[in-house]
C-alpha cells in the first residue's frame, strides 16, 4: 500500500529555534499534500494544502510566515516552523494524495511529529 | 461549509461485543466521499473504511460496516466481534467528490474495549 514518510517523529528544542518536518510519498507520486495540526484529545485541523510547484493554499488564521511550506517535488513537502515558541507546541501530521486519476482514492498519513518547544 | 458531528466523545464496548459509533454530516453536494479513520495512542491515522455518496450499498471490511443512510447525512460505524485492539479515537470525516480534495473531520469518538 501507499506510504508516507513523516519526519522526525519527536522534536525537543528550545524557544526560537526553526523546525522543519519532512513528508515524502516512498511508493507514489503526490500532486497535494496537507498538513494539519491536532491538540491534545482534539481533532486534526487542516493547516494548509501544499500543491507541487505552486505556493501553499493556508487555512483562515494560520500565520504564512510562522509555518513555511514548501513542495517542491512530487515526493516531498516540507513545514517549517519558523521561531517557534511553546504555543507551537503540538502534534502534527501531513497526508497525500496519489496523483492517479481515480478521485475516490483516500489520503495517506505519516506517522506524525510531535512537537515539544522548551 | 461542510460539517461533521460525532455527537458521542467517549464509548466503551465489552470485548467480543458490538458497538456502532454515530456520524452526522451537513453538505450540499451530491458527489462525496465519506470516511472513517482509527487513531490508537501510537497517533498514526489508519484508514478503516470509505463509503462513496453514489453508492448505495453500505462498506464492509471485514468486522467493521457502516450504516450509511443519504437522506438522513448519517454514516454510522459497526464494530463487530470488539477486539482490545479496537480501542482507540474514532474519526469520521467527510471529502468532496472535487476540487481540493480536503477532509473534514468530525471531533472523535474516544472508543474503550473492556475485557
Known amino acids: 500500500g501507499a506510504v508516507v514518510s513523516q519526519h522526525p517523529s519527536r522534536v525537543i528544542c528550545k524557544s526560537g529555534t526553526s523546525v522543519k518536518i519532512e513528508c515524502r510519498s516512498l511508493d507514489f507520486q503526490a500532486t497535494t499534500m496537507f498538513w494539519y495540526r491536532q491538540f491534545p484529545k482534539q481533532s486534526l485541523m487542516l493547516m494548509a494544502t501544499s500543491n507541487e510547484g505552486s505556493k501553499a493554499t493556508y487555512e483562515q488564521g494560520v500565520e504564512k510566515d510562522k509555518f513555511l511550506i514548501n513542495h517542491a517535488s512530487l515526493t516531498l513537502s516540507t513545514l517549517t516552523v519558523t521561531s517557534a515558541h511553546p504555543e507551537d507546541s503540538s502534534f502534527y501530521i501531513c497526508s497525500a494524495r496519489d496523483r492517479g486519476p481515480y478521485s475516490n482514492q483516500p489520503q495517506h498519513f505519516g506517522d506524525g511529529t510531535r512537537l515539544s518547544i522548551l | 461549509a461542510q460539517t461533521v458531528t460525532q455527537s458521542q466523545p467517549e464509548m466503551s464496548v465489552q470485548e467480543a461485543e458490538t458497538v456502532t459509533l454515530s456520524c452526522t454530516y451537513d453538505?450540499?453536494?451530491?458527489?462525496?466521499?465519506l470516511f472513517w479513520y482509527k487513531q490508537p495512542p501510537s497517533r498514526q491515522m489508519i484508514l478503516v473504511i470509505r463509503?462513496?455518496?453514489?453508492?448505495?450499498q453500505n462498506a464492509t471490511e471485514n468486522r467493521f460496516s457502516v450504516n450509511f443512510q443519504k437522506a438522513a447525512k448519517s454514516f454510522s460505524l459497526k464494530i463487530s466481534d470488539s477486539q482490545l485492539g479496537d480501542a482507540a479515537m474514532y474519526f469520521c470525516a467527510w471529502r468532496s467528490g472535487a476540487g481540493s480534495y480536503q477532509l473534514t473531520f468530525g471531533k472523535g469518538t474516544k472508543l474503550s474495549v473492556i475485557p
Open positions: 463509503q462513496e455518496a453514489y453508492k448505495q
Open positions: 453538505t450540499s453536494e451530491s458527489d462525496y466521499y
